[in-house]
């Protein structure tokens, strides 16, 4: 058999064998009426992982975020957020089709973060001109900069200046027990200073599906008429969220086995010519690599190491991006390191 090291996403992963057997055993109700016992479980499950109120079950990350944003700021607001967030750049500008929210990026700084100051001078003014700041969206660890991560601290500081104003903040935290994880901190601590927090099961915790958008439980209990309205609300999903109670009780820990990774192949990476690395960006699962001396365009890259066996993404410009998850073993990455080398030396023997 050929073999094939899936580097695209760890949305890739597939549920394991203790997931599948969850979801077959799984206690069910009609979760619209809120009677379906697992997924019950699972919401309280994740709250008290985020150290809030109460969660609610979503479909997806991009849902949880467009539901965190809508039940936090009215139609015609305007919500502040990096330029290199997810939300902004790969959410189908949903929070403006559907909530009517203006979104204001301000820069994101290499590792994600936001200036405080910046913050500060973007919250409007109480004038009839302006749109009034609905609220700050920020995200950890930080997909498009690396799968860089903020820590409690960092994030304390961009909350700051929003707090006296009362303006609510959104935390995108798709992969934020990678964040935990690397810091080597309980990842409720990272979002005590945020009002809501949206985080996937489906990435690299490994669950085929869902998403968790946990707060207040006020906060909670609008976010599930949002998610009514939007088609959102399922019925016996304990199929699902059986799965999603396997990923975060087991899932957890060993993200650390895939940090470990994603820094082998950085470093090995960094060690090929023609590819360049930013070690400094390299905390999670997540590595993001430069080809721009290679003189090929990404696509051509992509698919020629796609017939060695090895599956990358491009991340914009001249940056692929590969992430590790528990389907790609030590090995794996060093295969993949030997079939980008043996491709960098036949496409550019110059620079080989
Ligand atoms: C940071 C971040 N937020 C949100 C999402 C959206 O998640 P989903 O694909 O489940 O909609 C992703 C997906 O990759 C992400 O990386």
């Known amino acids: 058999m050929t073999r094939t090291v899936e580097l695209r996403s760890d949305t890739f992963t597939r549920p394991t064998e203790a997931m599948r057997r969850a979801m077959y055993e799984a206690e069910v109700g009609d979760d619209l009426w809120n009677e379906d016992p697992t997924v019950h479980r699972l ?4 709250a008290q992982r985020m150290g809030k109120e109460a969660a609610v079950f979503l479909s997806s990350g991009t849902q949880g975020n467009l539901i965190g944003l809508l039940t936090h700021a009215k139609s015609g607001s305007e919500v502040l957020l990096g330029d290199e967030t997810h939300i902004f750049n790969a959410e189908s500008a949903g929070a403006a089709v559907v909530g009517g929210l203006q979104l204001r990026t301000l820069a994101n700084d290499a590792r994600g973060g936001i200036d405080p100051h910046a913050i500060r001078s973007a919250i409007r003014s109480d004038d009839p001109h302006h749109p009034p700041t609905g609220c700050l ?6 997909n498009r900069c690396g799968g860089t991560v903020l820590s409690a601290d960092d994030v304390a500081a961009m909350v700051e200046p929003v707090k006296s104003h009362g303006i609510p903040v959104h935390m995108d935290g798709a992969r934020i027990f990678n964040a935990a994880v690397a810091l080597n901190v309980p990842a409720g601590s990272l979002v005590r200073d945020v009002d809501s927090v949206s985080f996937c099961l489906s990435k690299g915790l490994g669950a085929p599906i869902g998403s968790m958008l946990c707060g207040t439980t006020a906060f909670v209990d609008r976010a599930r008429r949002w998610r ?3 088609g959102g609300s399922m019925r016996q999903v304990g199929v699902i969220a059986a799965a999603g109670i396997v990923a975060l009780e087991s899932g957890v820990d060993r993200l ?3 940090h470990a990774n994603a820094r082998l192949l950085a470093h090995g990476l960094a060690e090929i010519p023609g590819t ?3 070690l400094a960006t390299v905390q999670t699962n997540i590595v993001n690599f430069d080809i721009g001396r290679l003189g090929v365009t990404p696509d051509r890259f992509i698919a020629r190491l796609a017939e060695r066996g090895v599956q990358v ?3 914009g410009g001249s940056v692929i991006r590969a992430v590790t998850s528990y389907e790609v073993s030590r090995q794996d990455i060093e295969f993949a390191l030997s079939a980008v080398s043996e491709l960098v030396r036949d496409m550019s023997p110059a620079v080989a």
């Open 43 to 46: 919401e309280e499950l994740a």
């Open 137 to 142: 969206a920020l995200e950890n660890s930080h």
């Open 228 to 230: 009514k309205l939007l």
């Open 256 to 258: 650390a086995e895939d």
């Open 276 to 278: 360049s690395v930013d």
């Open 313 to 315: 993404a491009g991340n």
